[in-house]
């Protein structure tokens, strides 16, 4: 009796594996796939006509809607000439950095004629987010909107607007953009500066030889529309306006903030805005126009659409255009960012760290690096690099998560600094230490659960300061203060917002000032943190966040997929 019962035993416990196994594969067979194919399409701007690299052949690409909460598959089979991988940008991936897609960090790339399928799984996000390439600057013009629904049977935290339209500003080059920034690299300076910006795929009538390609959104009267705004430029902070009327903005990186009513908003690449429209203007034709912010402007040409009601009007001559704020008014920059609370309601609330962990230091620096005979293209024939605690992130040769998950030595150290080496960041003379960085491939180790505060301080090596959007992956943080300056760990915590501050991806680091964030570390894996004006990204302004894994399968990185990309 006792052996039966044994054998019953084991036997039912065989039972109860194969109904999970097939009760798993069930669920996964259940998950919406979607398949995109990325291959090179011709497109004609600016009175130019050039091939570029396009997911299913739109620019921008395909918008995903999902509800919150749900999973996606996404197989992408890579038909271009170039190596290529995505990340879907503001996704948290829990417990799954293997779909976060930054190239050399958690995947080597999708070769030409390689697949790889993406397993997309959405959490707490709600409003908009984005999805890119995320390998050399192939994001120029493979990206599109992330569309996440409030989960069926709930709402908006906002009256339901009448319709819904994306405002994505995107970059435009009349040349290679891979080429670019290749051969920027080989010889150490600049690259070349975008021919134009653009709303929605079409750079707008303000440039020659670009009148038919203008973006038309029609309104009628009286109606409120949801704006989803992604600033998916390549090196533009941007001011946009609609001339003659107000907005709304009720979200920002997939979470909801307190409303604010204002004439303009700033958006720093990476980021995004759910924006309310009322159109309650007289029926007429409105530009809606965006300019670059920068004390230094990397490109300070105008994008501009047209918001045009429905009805009989006269059609104006030309259309009523906006009051855009300077290139270089901080002012404006400032009086926006700061207005931003997270909307910490019942139905949304938020949960910021009180007490900190770990804390981080991080000084955002330009940089150089000597070449032989000065021989590059960089200041006095150096080349231009960037750092995080002056170290300027050098790309390994395989990607860092696997290294990690399989014990693999020799691909990066663990040993990013906590804290800068102290000078007056913010002066105007800084010291000869700070200019040339050294290149490594260093990352932070963080324990699975800490709280952890990251300030990010800009400086003025090289005379080069400016606002550096700072993004996560893997995370939504909280942006608990910033300011002008030099950061004091003695007084400035003293004034940090624990009540409603906004949770964010991406955040603007002030011109020549700090930035504080906190997030807590329950998302084991291996998160890319870099800044997001690509020129920068490229000179090494990256490093990367290890979440070690909690106790429990439940709080530990999830296995690998069948399938990896070889390096």
Not at 132 to 155: E, F, L, R, Y
Not at 274 to 281: F, G, P
Not at 407 to 412: A, L, V
Not at 507 to 519: N, Q, S
Request: charged share 15%; aromatic share 10%; net charge neutral.
């Amino acid at each position: 009796m006792i052996e039966l019962k044994k054998c019953f035993k084991i036997e039912f416990l065989g039972f109860l594996l194969l109904l999970n196994m097939f009760l798993l594969c069930m669920a996964r067979s259940n998950i919406p796939s979607i398949d995109w194919v990325l291959k090179e399409t011709s497109y004609t701007r600016l009175c130019s006509t050039k091939n570029i690299l396009t997911v299913n052949g739109l620019f921008p690409g395909p918008a995903l809607h999902v509800h919150k909460g749900d999973r996606l598959t996404v197989n992408v089979q890579n038909q271009g000439n170039y190596n290529v991988t995505i990340h879907w940008h503001g996704v948290k991936q829990p417990r799954n950095p293997w779909s976060d897609g930054p190239v050399y960090v958690t995947q080597c790339p999708i070769k030409p004629g390689a697949n790889f399928s993406y397993e997309i799984m959405f959490s707490t996000e709600e409003g908009t987010l984005w999805w890119h390439a995320h390998s050399d600057w192939s994001p120029a013009t493979v990206h599109g909107p992330i569309i996440i629904h409030p989960k069926i049977g709930t709402n908006y935290p906002f009256p339901k607007p009448y319709a819904e339209f994306p405002i994505v500003l995107s970059s435009w080059y009349k040349g290679d953009v891979m080429e670019n920034i290749q051969t920027a690299l080989a010889n150490g300076g600049e690259p070349n500066k975008s021919d134009a910006l653009t709303i929605n795929g079409q750079p707008g009538d303000l440039y020659n030889c670009s009148k038919p390609e203008t973006s038309n959104i029609m309104v009628d009267h009286g109606k409120t529309y949801l704006l989803r705004v992604i600033n998916s430029i390549m090196n533009e902070e941007m001011f946009l306006m609609i001339a003659q009327h107000n907005f709304t903005v009720v979200g920002m990186d997939g979470a909801y903030i307190k409303p604010i009513k204002t004439s303009y908003v700033m958006i720093t690449p990476g980021q995004t805005m759910d924006v309310l429209l009322t159109a309650n203007q007289s029926p007429s034709h409105y530009y809606i126009a965006g300019r670059a912010f920068g004390e230094t402007v990397y490109d300070n040409t105008t994008t501009t659409a047209i918001i045009k009601y429905s009805g009989n009007y006269t059609v104006p001559s030309t259309p009523s255009f906006p009051n855009l704020p300077n290139y270089s008014d901080v002012d404006a920059v400032t009086s926006f960012t700061q207005r931003i609370r997270a909307l910490a309601s019942k139905e949304h609330p938020i949960d910021v760290p009180k007490s900190v962990h770990k804390r981080l230091v991080i000084t955002i620096s330009m940089n150089t690096i000597p070449c032989a005979n000065n021989s590059c293209d960089g200041p006095n024939g150096s080349r231009l690099a960037s750092s995080l605690n002056n170290v300027s992130f050098s790309e390994p040769k395989m990607d860092i998560l696997q290294a990690y998950y399989r014990k693999i030595r020799g691909i990066f150290t663990t040993d990013f600094p906590s804290e800068p080496n102290v000078f007056n960041f913010t002066a105007d003379e800084t010291p000869e230490n700070a200019l040339i960085p050294e290149r490594a491939t260093k990352v932070r180790v963080l324990e699975y659960n800490w709280n952890v505060e990251i300030v990010f301080q800009g400086t003025n090596v090289l005379n080069a300061a400016e606002n550096h959007p700072m993004h996560l992956h893997g995370y939504s943080f909280y942006v608990v203060g910033m300011g002008f300056g030099n950061f004091d760990k003695n007084t400035h915590p003293k004034g940090y917002n624990l009540v409603d501050p906004p949770e964010l991806n991406t955040m603007g680091i002030p011109t020549k000032g700090w930035a504080a964030i906190r997030f807590k570390a329950d998302n084991p894996g291996v998160w890319f943190m870099h800044c997001h004006l690509e020129r920068h990204a490229s000179w090494g302004m990256d490093t990367v966040l290890i979440v070690k894994n909690g106790t429990t399968q439940a709080t530990s990185i999830r296995s690998a997929p069948h399938h990896l990309n070889p390096c």
